[in-house]
Every structure is written in C-alpha cells, then in structure tokens.
C-alpha cells in the first residue's frame, strides 16, 4: 500500500472519529432538552400525584421529592433536596438505599422518624434503582406511602378482635373445633365447667364420641350434617368426667376443603338440663291442672245426675290409664255388708276377677273391708309399702294398685279401688298426689251440693300449686280479663296483685304479643301452645322479653275462650343476643372499612390507567415535535402550548378521578353550615367573568340573579357541594358558549327547597345524548372533545353530590339554541320549621292487598296504613294472593313480601300481572344486597321497599300509584 492510500485511510479513520463525536454531543444536546421539557411539563404532574415520590443521584443525595413526599416525611423540601441518605442514622433505611444503587430492589417497612422536626410516621418505602442504555444506574426513585390510616383500621380492628376473644373466652356457652374424624382440636375454656375437666388440654385430641352418653347418637348427628350441612338447636346427651348426664342444645355446621370435602366440623353448645326438667315439670303441672279440670267439668255439670259416679270413674280410668275403678258402698255396718255403688270398666279390660268377687264371702269381704277402711292416706304401690299393697291386693283378690278410703258424713264408708292387672307400676308423687285430690273432691262433691264451696276449694288449691312455682302464671277469662295470678309474675313486671287481677292482659303486653296470642287462642285447633315470645312492658316502662306457654279453656258454652299461661323471663339471653349481634356488626364494619380502602385504591389505578392516556399521549406527542431542529419559533410556541394544555388536562383529570373515588366509596359526607346565598353568586360572578376575559371570549356576557336580600338569603346547607357543583356547570356553559350570555342563580321554592340554575346560549345537547350525559368518563357524541377539552367526570360529581345532598338534577337543551341545567337541594332557613310528619292522606276510596307470612309484620303495616282510611285485605301466602286479586277486581295496590313459603315472590308476582297487568306490586322484603332491587324491578315489581319498613317511607312509595 502507497503512502497516498495510508493517509487517506487515516483521514478516513479521523472523519469517522468526528462524526461520532458529533453524534455523541447531539445525542446528549437532545438528552438535556429533552430533561428541560420533561422538568417544565411534567412539574405539575411530579407534585400533585397522591403518593410520595422522591429522586436521588448514584451515590444517595436526594435531588427532589414531590409536597406527598414532604408531608408523610415530615421534613420541608428545603431540607430534604441535597441531603445524604448515607448519613441517616436509620441503618434499615441506608441499607435499603444502598440496595437500590446495587441494581437490587430497596424495601424498608416500619417507623421513620425525621431528622428535622421529629415526626414520627409509620411509612412503606421502595427504592428503585435508575439504569441508563449501558446499564450503569445513574440514581434512583423513591416511592413512600403513609401506614398511619392502616395502621389505625388494623388495631380498630384488633380490638375487634380482642372483644370477641374476650366474649368468647367468658361464654358460658362451649365453642368447639374437630376434624373429620370428630378429634377435637380446639374448645374455649367453658368447656372445662361445663364437662367437669381439670383442664382444657385434657379434651384436645380426645374423639368427642367419648363424651356422648350413648355412642350411637353420634351417628344420627352426623346423618342430619350431612343431609343438611348443619344443624340447629339439637339435643343430646352428654357424659361429664364425673359420670353424670347432662343434656346440651347443640348448633353446628360442616367446613368444607377446596376440594369440597369435609375439612372440620364446628359448633356451639350449652347445658340445657335444668331447662328440660322445668319444661318436664311444668308439663307435669299442665297435665295435673287438665285432670283436675277433667274432674271440675264433670262435678259442675252432673252433680245432680245419677250417672256422676260413673262419669267420675271413666275420668280415671282415662287419666290413669287403669283397668277398671270401683266405688263399694257400706249398707250395713253391724252386718258388716258391702255392695258396689259405681263401676267402669276401660275397653280392653283384662282383669278375670268381677267385682262381684269382693262380695261373695261376706265374712272375708267384712274383714277386708275393715282393713282398708283403716286407711286415712292414699294407698299405692311404691318402694316403701310394695309388699304390703300386694298382700291387701291379694285378700282382696284382685292387683289393686290405688285404694283410698273416703267418708261420708253421713257415717257411711265409701271406698275407692282403682284397678290396673297389666304390670306392677310404680306410682310417682305426681300421681299419687293427683290420686288423693280426685278422692278428696270426689268426697267433697257427694257430700254437698252447693258448687259454689266445691269451685271455692279448686281455687284455693289452684292458688297454692300456682304460688309454689317460681315461674309466673297468669289466667284470663273470655273477654281477656286477668282473672289469677302468682306473685313470681308481679315481681317480674313490677305490679302489686291488686294492680293486676281484674284488668285486661293486653295492657301489660305490646300490640304485637297481643296479636299472637289472640291468633293461637282463637284458632279452634289449639288447645295447648307450645312455646312462643311475649314482650310484657314493666311498670317502669321498659320491655319485659319473655317466652310463654298456654292452654285454651273452654267456657261452658263451648264458644268463648279463655287460657292460663306460664310465663319465663329471657330478658337477659335477649340481652345477650342484642349484644353478640352489636359486636358481630362492630367487626364487620372494621372489615368493611378495611376492604373499602383497597377498593378505593383500585378503583383510583384504574381510572388513571383508563383516562391518563389521551393528555399523555399529546405531552409525549409535541414533546418529540419540539425536538425537531428545523421548527419555527412559532411552530414551537404552538406546540409548546399543546403540551402546557394536556399538562393541565392531566391535572384536571386526577383531580376528578380522586373526588369521584371518594364519591363512589362513600367517603364524602354532608357537613351543613350556615352562609348566604348572594355572597356565593357574587363571588361566583368575579371567578367566572376573570375566566370569560382570560379567555377573549368578548362576545360572551355573565349575568347573575339573586332573588332575595342579602339578609333573607341566609341558609343552612353544605356549602362546598353546592359550590363545586355551581363550578362545573358554569365551567361547561363557559366552555360550550361563543357568543350570547350564561346567566346563573337560584329561585325558591313552595316547600321550602332551592332549585339552581345556570343557563347559557351554547351549542347544545343532542337529544340523543340525554340518557348518557351523566355517565361516568362520557360527554355528548357530538361533543368534540379536542376541541372543548373535558375528561367526562364533571357531570357524574355533580351528579353524585346532588343525590348526596338529597336533592336530583336535569336540563333542558336544543342544539345551537343552548342548554339550561338545574338542581334542587332540601334547605330550610329555620331549623325550627323542619318536621317529619307525612301530610294527612285519604285513600278511603282505595283498596290494598297486604301479602306476607308473619302476621306482626301485616299487623304493623296495618297500623301505618290505618290513618289514611284505606281498605285492607290480607293474605299470608302466594294462593291465597292470587286468588283475591281473581276475586277482587277493585283491589287497587299489592304489598308482596318476596319470601313466602309456598311460592317464591317473582312467581307471585308473574301470576298478578297475568291477571292484571296494570296493577302495582310493591315488593316488600328484608333482602337489601346490591342487585335485589334490580332484579325485583325486571320481574314485574313496580316498586321495591326494604325492611325494617318505616311509615313515612311506606307511604311515601304508596303515593306514587295514587
């Protein structure tokens, strides 16, 4: 190669070098524009976004942060630009910077506290490591967010917590755990008393079989698990460590695996024993008082007949359940001769032996019969005198296993056998006590005839067996008059005797506890009343929950009604329950929260994912023109003003998002106060006529109008909502109106609201664009976004804080012609003057058809509806609805629960409406999740009421039929 050749090459090589310098000082001339654009433009953005953002160079000096940065620091930005993380004496911290400058991800959880001012913050910090194109990190980025809010829902929540354990480690009840093969693997401390243990552990692992009183219940238990998944109010038999029985009433329930099979089973359960003996002897009770009504009906009704003595014994025979009874009568006492006054005999009377047999030797009937004529007590078979009954029964040739002498006083000896051959029972107190009181008042009623002495004694014992139970009782005649009652009963409700006896029951009762008595009490069908829920109201006034028991009584006419009730206090089990429901409420609000703030965390990612892109895109767009060399100084003015416009835009949109965030999580709440009306119209009319001449807008002319003095227009409202709404709708005519005038302002109305208004001579809305125009992140089809600018948003507020307010929101509109928005808000001007009274109605020419299965329910609605003179009918079930609006055209209105047992609510309402389509159903039910409402809507309902019903809200939805 010629030396001409080599000095090219070098001279090649030398231009090659040049251009790549060039190439390298353009790229970094472009760069530091570039960083100059992005500082300028992205300045508002950096400083207004809701977390904490924080720069800093490759070595740990912090070169800027953002005002959420500051604040959750606690440190001004002055002292935070330019200072050395490396320094701080947080070394959890340091560390985590040093890890981010690593190209490693930075984390540091916990309290920081400021080297300025001291403050201390629970915080979350990333550092993120910034990489250029060769890799080499360059500084990092800082990412903060503030713990204190979480922190705080976190130990609301422990507490909670704590309260529940607390409420669960003092229960009486036993809470348990077991796997599926019944171990147990947890119990709360109750279980310890309860089954006698000396400590909890001595249970866990133990099979729960080993405390069943008979294994094979175990079996029926898990049978009703599996058929239903769980159980309610279940008895069973328990054997404690001691040996004893106890009997619990058991709830519990299946968990299920991910895979759908049984994990664990779970439950809850407390010693009813002590309850079940009450219940035995009360139904004890209850059956020695039938018998003896038994008796009383026949003593007043045939005392006079000759066929007492034989309705008398049959009475026995029925109540015992004996063979046969016999009465002999002494004819001749010297003779020593005896004869049978009275018997009767049961349908499947098995004895062989007649009567006639006690007679037949009268040398060994006399001596027989002086022997139990030596009785003065009752004589039956018990463990104590076996032996001696079954001797005197067989003298007498027959198994006696009652006989009770009775005198007369006329000097004869009556005595009274009861027969039963089948099996040598033994006779309880209950029995045995019963025995003597039929004989005694069977004596009382042959020897005198005056029933008024017979019914005194009945009462007098009456009186001594309802005394003796610590129970109250109460009786009522046929016209609901408290005709008895104990002591146990007017110490519970506060009440002397003579307070009580002789005035009608339902004024110790609520209107609802009446209603459920006189429906169990009237229907023909009941004779005995099972348990059922009784609120008596005490003297002082407060509520007395109880749980009753009754028996109907016939009168003598067979028509009329009257009962006898008993009468246990659960005022303090009610207690209870009220205060687990409160705390179950307390934990689910705490939850609620807690799933509301993530909610609201998404829902804000969301939306600036959805709406960030249009402004960015024309930041990012002009940003790149702006980088072009051969543009003109107003080619970059114009372009320079596009990127400021979608700057303002995006700040405009993350503004909206967070105030419709917080809308739509329920974090806005309405703070009323007190201000005039015509302070915030004219400090509205200086904002909006700066903006018409900032914006040249010359052919555009404000006006405002303001009604009241400046005196009279003081009002109590909230008066930053309505502000805000106020600025967006004026905003909008500012922007949708070229030339014309936007005037503004307020009128009052008749019942005491305020309708605002603001309307402008812009270009109008489509009448298209009428069912969209409130959506959310939507504007009119026509309207040109580019132009106008506008993220969707401002309606949709306005909106939400006008239901907010209680108030509603429309406008008029013609294309080209211009728009008129208005909104209502309930204000009153004296605080004296608001009343929630509903205006008197009268619907005395309406007929309603009130639908639902409990009749408390029917009985309140009725109430409610009462004052507007309305006709009612009343059904408790799906056909029995159908068939009145078959058979009553004129009904004009139906109130349909949605639970029913026999059909289910859309099925009803299907078949109305195939009846007659133009009647309104109005669903009434206890379901409030979201979609009931909708779904009741679609399926015929015209309206939809959720319970608890309250009556201004009844009649209000009423009216809007008639």
Aim: include cysteine; proline fraction near 2%; aromatic fraction near 8%.
């Amino acid at each position: 190669m010629d030396n001409k050749n080599i000095k090219q090459s070098d001279a090649e090589i030398s231009l090659k070098k040049e251009i790549a310098f060039l190439k390298q000082q353009l790229s970094e001339f472009k760069a530091e524009k570039e960083d100059v654009f992005l500082k300028n433009d992205y300045h508002s953005l950096y400083h207004n976004v809701p977390m904490g953002i924080m720069h800093y160079d490759k070595v740990g000096v912090i070169l800027d942060c953002n005002e959420a940065f500051v604040n959750i620091i606690g440190s001004s930005r002055q002292e935070l630009i330019g200072l050395d993380m490396q320094v701080l004496p947080n070394k959890k911290l340091v560390y985590a910077v040093n890890q981010s400058l690593l190209a490693s991800e930075g984390r540091y959880e916990g309290i920081y506290k400021s080297v300025t001012s001291k403050k201390e913050t629970p915080v979350k910090i990333l550092f993120k490591g910034l990489q250029n194109e060769k890799n080499e990190i360059y500084g990092g980025i800082c990412i903060a967010e503030d713990l204190t809010k979480t922190i705080i829902t976190q130990k609301a929540l422990k507490k909670t917590e704590d309260d529940y354990r607390l409420i669960f480690e003092n229960t009486t009840d036993v809470f348990y755990r077991t796997n599926n093969d019944g171990a147990f693997l947890s119990l709360n401390p109750a279980a310890k008393d309860l089954l006698l243990l000396d400590n909890i552990e001595e249970a866990i692992g133990k099979n729960v079989i080993d405390f069943y009183a008979n294994p094979s219940d175990r079996i029926a238990l898990l049978d009703e698990l599996e058929k239903h998944g769980e159980v309610h109010a279940y008895l069973l038999d328990l054997r404690r460590k001691d040996g004893s029985i106890i009997t619990v009433e058991l709830n519990s329930r299946l968990i299920y695996n991910k895979a759908g099979g049984v994990d664990s089973y779970v439950g809850v359960f407390h010693d009813v024993t002590n309850r079940l003996n009450f219940e035995t002897d009360k139904s004890t009770h209850l059956w020695f008082l039938e018998r003896l009504e038994m008796i009383d009906g026949i003593i007043r009704k045939s005392i006079d007949n000759s066929n007492f003595l034989n309705e008398i014994l049959s009475t026995l025979i029925e109540a015992f359940q004996c063979d046969s009874a016999i009465i002999f009568e002494l004819e001749d006492e010297e003779e020593n001769s005896w004869s049978i006054k009275s018997h009767a005999k049961s349908d499947n009377y098995t004895c062989r032996t007649e009567p006639d047999s006690f007679i037949n030797d009268s040398d060994m009937a006399g001596e027989i019969f002086n022997r139990i004529s030596m009785y003065t007590e009752l004589v039956v078979i018990d463990n104590s005198n076996i032996e001696e009954i079954n001797e005197l029964s067989s003298n007498v040739g027959v198994k006696a296993q009652m006989i009770m002498a009775l005198s007369l006083n006329t000097g004869n000896s009556i005595i009274l056998c009861v027969n039963h051959c089948k099996d040598d029972r033994i006779w309880n107190n209950h029995e045995k006590a019963l025995f003597t009181e039929i004989a005694n008042r069977i004596s009382d009623a042959i020897n005198t005839f005056e029933s008024s002495e017979l019914l005194y004694k009945s009462e007098e014992h009456h009186r001594s067996l309802i005394e003796a139970t610590s129970e109250g009782y109460f009786e009522i005649d046929t016209n609901g008059i408290v005709i008895v009652a104990n002591n146990a009963l007017c110490n519970m409700l506060g009440y002397s005797l003579n307070e009580f006896i002789n005035k009608p029951y339902s004024e110790f009762i609520s209107i609802i506890s009446k209603a459920t008595i006189e429906k169990r009490i009237l229907d023909p069908k009941n004779i005995r009343l099972g348990n059922f829920e009784v609120e008596f109201k005490h003297k002082r006034g407060n509520p007395i929950y109880t749980l009753c028991s009754a028996t109907r009584i016939k009168s003598d006419n067979d028509n009329d009604y009257g009962g006898f009730f008993f009468v246990t206090d659960i005022s303090n089990q009610k207690k209870i329950e009220l205060e687990l429901e409160e705390l179950n409420q307390n934990l689910k609000s705490a939850l609620s929260k807690a799933e509301e703030s993530d909610k609201l965390k998404t829902l804000f990612i969301k939306n600036i994912s959805h709406e960030i892109r249009t402004p960015l895109n024309g930041i990012i767009g002009f940003i790149e023109m702006l980088n072009q060399e051969d543009l003109t100084k107003e080619e970059r003015k114009e372009f320079t003003s596009y990127v400021m416009a979608s700057s303002n835009q995006l700040t405009t949109i993350i503004s909206d998002i967070l105030e419709f965030s917080k809308l739509e999580a329920g974090q806005v709440k309405v703070i009323p106060k007190e201000f005039h009306l015509n302070s915030l119209i004219d400090e509205l009319y200086s904002e909006f006529n700066s903006v018409i001449i900032t914006k040249n807008k010359t052919q555009v002319k404000l006006l405002s109008n303001k009604p009241l003095s400046d005196k009279e227009s003081k009002i109590s409202a909230d008066f930053p909502k309505i502000k805000q709404v106020l600025i967006s709708l004026i905003s909008n005519a500012v922007k949708f109106t070229l030339k014309g005038q936007i005037e503004f302002g307020y009128k009052i109305n008749n019942d005491g609201s305020i309708t605002f208004f603001v309307a402008d001579s812009g270009v109008g809305i489509p009448v298209g664009d009428k069912e969209i125009i409130f959506d959310k992140f939507r504007q009119g089809a026509s309207t040109d976004s580019a132009v106008y600018g506008g993220n969707g948003l401002g309606l949709t507020i306005s909106k939400s804080l006008t239901d907010l307010l209680g108030g509603k929101i429309w406008f008029e509109s013609k294309v080209d012609k211009g728009t008129q928005f208005y909104f209502t808000v309930p204000i009153t001007t004296d605080e004296s003057k608001r009343t929630n009274k509903f205006p008197k109605l009268d619907w005395s020419d309406k007929k309603i058809l009130i639908v639902d299965d409990i009749l408390e329910v029917y009985q309140l609605l009725s109430i409610y509806l009462r004052d507007t003179k309305a006709k009612q009918l009343y059904a408790e079930n799906g056909k029995q609805a159908i068939e009145f609006c078959k058979q009553n055209p004129d009904i004009d209105l139906v109130l349909l629960d949605i639970q029913l047992p026999d059909m289910d609510g859309y099925e009803i309402v299907k078949e109305i409406k195939s009846i007659r389509s133009e009647l309104p159903v109005i669903a009434q039910t206890a379901f409030a999740l979201s979609g009931d409402k909708e779904r009741a809507l679609q399926s015929g309902f015209n309206d939809y009421i959720t319970k608890p019903i309250y009556k201004k809200t009844l009649l209000e939805h009423i009216s809007k039929f008639f």
